[in-house]
């Protein structure tokens, strides 16, 4: 849909996207993972529904992304570009980024304790 609504066919790519809204929507009824609230935002994003957009991502982040690599793609991912500059939204990825950077340090810690070789 992001491709199709970049090739200029915006009322084609809104369809699609809004019945894909549903459909994720309904699967936080029973799968509440970061996929589920990042693919939300990013329809959100794609719709030009930014509050909602960082709504989701608000959601992800809670779901502790940064451990799970996210915080490199929040940054460069086109479907966010209309979120990038957004205060919300940098917020979010520092959070992310941070929280990525304490991990990798008490792993560190935790090789030095152990005197474990990478």
Known sequence: AYMIKELGRE????????????TVKNKLNWDVR???YLNLARIHSILGEKEEALNYLT???????????WQNYLGIDPIFENLHNDPKFKAILKQVQDEEATFRAQIQEIMEQEDIDP
Not at 11 to 22: H, R, V
Not at 59 to 69: M, N, P
């Open 11 to 22: 009322q084609e790519a809104f369809s699609i996207l809004n019945k894909y809204l549903n």
């Open 59 to 69: 959601e992800a982040a809670k779901l502790r992304i940064g451990l799970w690599g």
């Open 34 to 36: 970061v996929e589920t």
